[in-house]
């Protein structure tokens, strides 16, 4: 960004890159060499390791024995403040429907234009369960949980790349109070999600995510739907 007197602020752009590293290791499913992070965040590879670097001095980044990189533990730590109290409240609720669906379930919030999976559980006998690592991201415009949120935003803000379809989509889902998908997100998964209004405004929802189809799609929608309940709840909403 300009500055006065024709300077780059090197500080906030800096700063920048390192978020987008961090969000580029998450989104990523597997440990990357720092070649490719560099690929990725547009930078020279003597850049992208100066800011590995750093990330790596305050734990948020780690490399394994070949030298690729993934998010460090100390992410973690950082990750189990944000929205606690929600957190504590959703875990017991998303465990129990998990193990009563043996599906993996998981709250999902919103943040500007995406989706971010905030905590999710798989059943405990699940025979083919799908990870849904936290963190997780996907643009709102997409997928159940998408679907579900944007059933609680009036149709003038919805975003401009919805397309008709989806439109048509959200609005079914606004009015049976669920949303499914398939195929969206992810090739050969599908996904049922609820809306989860927060006492705040924030917006959430509740979701599964799935191989197989061993429930109707109403009857998962409706546990989710008290899943949903007990979380308003227990927070207070």
């Given at each position: ?12 752009q ?5 978020i ?18 560099s ?7 003597s ?31 950082l990750?189990?403040?944000?929205a ?17 669906l ?20 798989e059943?405990?006998?699940g025979i083919?369960s ?5 963190g ?9 949980p998408?679907k579900?949120i944007?059933?609680?935003v ?12 989806h439109?048509?989509d959200?609005r079914?889902?606004r ?10 997100v ?5 996904s ?30 409706h ?11 227990a927070?207070?909403?």
């Amino acid at each position: 960004m300009p500055m006065p007197g024709g300077t780059t602020n090197a500080g906030s752009q800096t700063l920048s890159r390192g978020i987008r590293i961090l969000e580029i290791l998450a989104d990523a499913r597997e440990p990357l060499t720092i070649d490719e992070l560099s690929r990725r965040l547009d930078v020279h590879r003597s850049i992208a390791y100066r800011l590995l670097r750093t990330l790596e001095e305050h734990g948020l980044v780690g490399r394994d024995g070949n030298g690729r990189v993934a998010l460090g533990s100390r992410m973690a730590a950082l990750a189990a403040g944000v929205a606690h109290d929600l957190q504590a409240e959703a875990l017991p609720e998303l465990t129990a429907a998990a193990n009563e669906l043996g599906m993996t379930c998981f709250l999902s919030v919103l943040d500007r234009d995406e989706c971010i999976t905030l905590a999710s559980v798989e059943p405990r006998h699940g025979i083919a369960s799908v990870a849904q690592r936290p963190g997780t991201r996907h643009p709102v415009t997409v997928g159940a949980p998408g679907k579900a949120i944007l059933s609680l935003v009036p149709e003038a803000r919805w975003p401009e790349g919805l397309d008709d379809e989806h439109r048509a989509d959200v609005r079914v889902a606004r009015e049976r109070g669920w949303a499914t998908s398939h195929d969206e997100v992810i090739a050969g998964l599908r996904s049922i999600a609820v809306p989860l209004p927060l006492p705040k405004g924030e917006r959430a929802a509740v979701a599964v995510v799935y191989l197989s189809d061993p429930h109707p799609d109403a009857e998962i929608a409706h546990r989710l739907t008290q899943v949903a309940s007990a979380i308003t709840a227990a927070i207070g909403g």
